[in-house]
Structure formats: structure tokens, C-alpha cells
């Protein structure tokens, strides 16, 4: 038997959205590049209190069709 299980748990954790500058490092853009793409509706994004955050389903869908 293998020491290692496919049933264990992963220790990797993938949030569901990121702030901008996380965005931005994921991307490979500037910061400044993404507010840009927010601002003009490429990139959706939501509000959470006084953060803007991108869910990552929408980071997939940017590079997928591109920016």
C-alpha cells in the first residue's frame, strides 16, 4: 500500500475571489491594468465592504477569451 492516499486532504486552498493586487500577481499584470479593465466592465468585479474582489471564475474566463 501506498504511503500516499488519493482520499487524503490537500493542504492547497484556492480562494473563491481575489482583491486586486492579488489579481494582478495571478494575471501577470499590473495592478493599474486590472482597475482599468474593471473600470470599463472587461473584468467584473464586486464590492465586499471596502474591497473589490474578483471571483476566480471570472479570473479563468480573462484568460480564456483574453483581455
Not at 500577481?25 to 482597475?35: C, D, E, R, T, Y
Not at 464586486?46 to 477569451?65: C, D, H, S, W
Amino acid at each position: 500500500m501506498s504511503a500516499t492516499s488519493s482520499s487524503a486532504p490537500s493542504n492547497s486552498f484556492a480562494p473563491l475571489a481575489y482583491a486586486v493586487p492579488e489579481a494582478a500577481k495571478v494575471l501577470g499584470v499590473s495592478q493599474a491594468f486590472v482597475w482599468q479593465r474593471v473600470a470599463k466592465g472587461h473584468i467584473k468585479a464586486t464590492r465586499l465592504g471596502r474591497r473589490t474582489l474578483i471571483p476566480r471564475a471570472e479570473l479563468e474566463r480573462v484568460v480564456a477569451e483574453g483581455f
